[in-house]
């Protein structure tokens, strides 16, 4: 048997001490003895015959003396237990250790090198001590296995071939070594399952994971990085454990999925392409982490459908959507910011949820729309431009809410009082014929001059009396300062009899 096949453990001075027989002669040993020195308090595996392991040890000699180690050479030894490919001393010993399990094993030279000893290093009949730690263990027939320790509640989709992933992970050796870890790059790790862009282990613990649930999958080298390793911080022969947290999933062929409707009725209308709606939105990643909320600016997003002012998932998720309603619209990156993401807040190749609350939307072409809710049954005089009228109402947004600057707005209108209002362009007429000495009997003083106070008050007169109207719903006094104005034709603040004219004698403006 080669010599390394046969040389094991690690150092420890009181190990040495305890084996050291100092002047006394050896007492012949008839088997192995093992003493275990340290048991994890979990052993998920034992070691049976036929498994493959990876191990480091010190091997010594009753007087303490090294002959041989594996921390030496920098490196575990690895071999298959109870195939005669190890001394039988130490295939037996080998069987029962658990990973990081540690054992001092004594074996008797009938179960180590016998009387031939071994070349230069190990001498005729010698007894062999053997520090060993167990860093790993396999079988040829092992499988992925995965080990699921939270599940979601909510698991509406699961991974499936061809799907494409964000996860985080953490990459150990069986014996808990940390190889790699996506947290530590603070960026998850982004593939497509089950194509070969994985290692075979990992496109196959993938399959079947819901957003956020977490799992241990655990492969042999078969299916990791085999007997070569990466090179660098795996090595060959390894079992590889990744600790994965799923936190997106979607598929290249994924179009907007509309969830979670709350539809208020009666809907009497449908957004369409090119109008123009208000929403509230919580905008959210798939695995819960909100990015952007409407709410917490305490303003409504407001915006046209179907111009390509939204991304493409959202365009398409807002059509057909009633005043009040919500829904949940869900969208792939290949619609939403595709592979770049935001660069801070969505990260690349992320799916978008929208939580929405349409509040109100309209289109450029709408006209104003009446419905009547209540008409007396005897209505002879309706009211038409130019009528003043009174009427208690209630103003609301399309949703209910107060009314905001933007918004579509809804009157809820009872009317009270009308009073007919005058022709187009008018702010004062006559009701009966018009006096011919009309400057005369504004002229109150006599002194050919009528001042703002004297056309102020015969105006007002008139209205008392019956004689004439002021347009209704407006300012009587400043109706009556702009009739002045017109008739004060140098602006000297007083009418002259040259000025006064009717409004019959030249072209028709609003004063007399």
Same mark, same amino acid.
């Given at each position: 048997?080669?010599?390394?096949?046969?040389?094991?453990?690690?150092?420890?001075?009181?190990?040495?001490?305890?084996?050291?027989?100092?002047?006394?002669?050896?007492?012949?040993?008839?088997?192995?003895?093992?003493?275990?020195?340290?048991?994890?308090?979990?052993?998920?595996?034992?070691?049976?015959?036929?498994?493959?392991?990876?191990?480091?040890?010190?091997?010594?000699?009753?007087?303490?003396?090294?002959?041989?180690?594996?921390?030496?050479?920098?490196?575990?030894?690895?071999?298959?237990?109870?195939?005669?490919?190890?001394?039988?001393?130490?295939?037996?010993?080998?069987?029962?250790?658990?990973?990081?399990?540690?054992?001092?094993?004594?074996?008797?030279?009938?179960?180590?090198?016998?009387?031939?000893?071994?070349?230069?290093?190990?001498?005729?009949?010698?007894?062999?001590?053997?520090?060993?730690?167990?860093?790993?263990?396999?079988?040829?027939?092992?499988?992925?296995?995965?080990?699921?320790?939270?599940?979601?509640?909510?698991?509406?989709?699961?991974?499936?071939?061809?799907?494409?992933?964000?996860?985080?992970?953490?990459?150990?050796?069986?014996?808990?070594?940390?190889?790699?870890?996506?947290?530590?790059?603070?960026?998850?790790?982004?593939?497509?399952?089950?194509?070969?862009?994985?290692?075979?282990?990992?496109?196959?613990?993938?399959?079947?994971?819901?957003?956020?649930?977490?799992?241990?999958?655990?492969?042999?080298?078969?299916?990791?990085?085999?007997?070569?390793?990466?090179?660098?911080?795996?090595?060959?022969?390894?079992?590889?454990?990744?600790?994965?947290?799923?936190?997106?999933?979607?598929?290249?062929?994924?179009?907007?999925?509309?969830?979670?409707?709350?539809?208020?009725?009666?809907?009497?209308?449908?957004?369409?392409?090119?109008?123009?709606?208000?929403?509230?939105?919580?905008?959210?990643?798939?695995?819960?982490?909100?990015?952007?909320?409407?709410?917490?600016?305490?303003?409504?997003?407001?915006?046209?459908?179907?111009?390509?002012?939204?991304?493409?998932?959202?365009?398409?998720?807002?059509?057909?959507?009633?005043?009040?309603?919500?829904?949940?619209?869900?969208?792939?990156?290949?619609?939403?910011?595709?592979?770049?993401?935001? /660069?801070?807040? %969505?990260?690349?190749? #992320? @799916? +978008? $949820? &929208? *939580? =929405?609350?349409? !509040?109100?939307?309209?289109?450029?072409?709408?006209?104003?729309?009446?419905?009547?809710?209540?008409?007396?049954?005897?209505?002879?005089?309706?009211?038409?431009?130019?009528?003043?009228?009174?009427?208690?109402?209630?103003?609301?947004?399309?949703? /209910?809410?107060? %009314?905001?600057?933007? #918004? @579509? +707005? $809804? &009157? *809820? =209108?009872?009317? !009270?009082?009308?009073?007919?209002?005058?022709?187009?362009?008018?702010?004062?007429?006559?009701?009966?014929?018009?006096?011919?000495?009309?400057?005369?009997?504004?002229?109150?003083?006599?002194?050919?001059?009528?001042?703002?106070?004297?056309?102020?008050?015969?105006?007002?007169?008139?209205?008392?009396?019956?004689?004439?109207?002021?347009?209704?719903?407006?300012?009587?006094?400043?109706?009556?300062?702009?009739?002045?104005?017109?008739?004060?034709?140098?602006?000297?603040?007083?009418?002259?009899?040259?000025?006064?004219?009717?409004?019959?004698?030249?072209?028709?403006?609003?004063?007399?």
């Amino acid at each position: 048997m080669k010599m390394n096949q046969c040389v094991h453990g690690m150092i420890y001075l009181a190990v040495l001490v305890a084996f050291a027989a100092c002047d006394a002669p050896p007492v012949p040993l008839d088997d192995i003895v093992i003493e275990k020195t340290f048991v994890p308090e979990q052993c998920g595996r034992a070691v049976k015959v036929g498994d493959y392991v990876r191990y480091h040890y010190n091997g010594m000699f009753p007087d303490g003396k090294k002959f041989d180690s594996s921390y030496d050479r920098g490196s575990t030894y690895n071999v298959y237990v109870g195939k005669k490919q190890l001394i039988e001393g130490m295939d037996r010993a080998l069987v029962g250790m658990c990973v990081n399990e540690r054992r001092l094993v004594t074996i008797p030279p009938q179960l180590a090198y016998g009387k031939e000893g071994y070349g230069d290093v190990i001498p005729s009949d010698a007894i062999l001590n053997f520090d060993v730690l167990l860093l790993d263990v396999w079988n040829p027939d092992d499988g992925v296995q995965s080990e699921t320790y939270y599940t979601p509640e909510n698991c509406s989709r699961k991974v499936e071939v061809s799907d494409y992933v964000r996860y985080h992970y953490n990459g150990t050796l069986l014996d808990g070594t940390l190889f790699d870890s996506s947290h530590t790059r603070l960026r998850t790790y982004d593939t497509y399952v089950g194509i070969g862009w994985l290692i075979a282990g990992m496109d196959q613990g993938l399959l079947g994971m819901c957003v956020g649930e977490r799992r241990i999958i655990t492969m042999p080298p078969s299916l990791g990085y085999g007997s070569n390793g990466d090179g660098s911080d795996i090595p060959g022969q390894a079992s590889l454990v990744f600790d994965v947290v799923l936190l997106d999933l979607h598929n290249p062929k994924d179009g907007v999925t509309i969830t979670n409707q709350d539809i208020p009725q009666p809907c009497l209308r449908k957004s369409i392409s090119g109008d123009f709606i208000r929403y509230h939105y919580n905008g959210s990643l798939l695995d819960g982490t909100l990015f952007d909320s409407s709410y917490s600016r305490n303003r409504t997003y407001d915006t046209y459908v179907g111009k390509g002012s939204l991304i493409g998932g959202m365009d398409e998720g807002l059509i057909g959507v009633c005043i009040g309603e919500r829904r949940r619209i869900t969208i792939p990156p290949h619609l939403g910011y595709g592979e770049e993401g935001t /660069g801070t807040k %969505i990260p690349g190749s #992320a @799916v +978008l $949820v &929208f *939580d =929405i609350h349409i !509040i109100d939307f309209h289109n450029p072409s709408d006209t104003v729309v009446i419905i009547t809710n209540y008409k007396p049954e005897v209505c002879e005089t309706l009211a038409k431009k130019g009528d003043f009228v009174k009427y208690h109402y209630n103003a609301s947004l399309m949703d /209910g809410s107060f %009314i905001d600057s933007t #918004a @579509v +707005l $809804v &009157f *809820d =209108i009872e009317m !009270i009082e009308m009073e007919a209002g005058l022709p187009d362009g008018y702010m004062f007429i006559w009701n009966e014929e018009v006096s011919a000495d009309l400057f005369t009997e504004m002229d109150a003083d006599k002194d050919l001059q009528v001042l703002a106070s004297e056309f102020s008050d015969y105006i007002l007169r008139q209205v008392n009396e019956g004689k004439g109207r002021l347009a209704p719903g407006f300012n009587a006094n400043l109706i009556i300062e702009n009739m002045f104005s017109n008739q004060d034709r140098n602006g000297d603040g007083k009418i002259t009899e040259e000025e006064f004219k009717l409004k019959a004698d030249e072209t028709p403006h609003d004063e007399l």
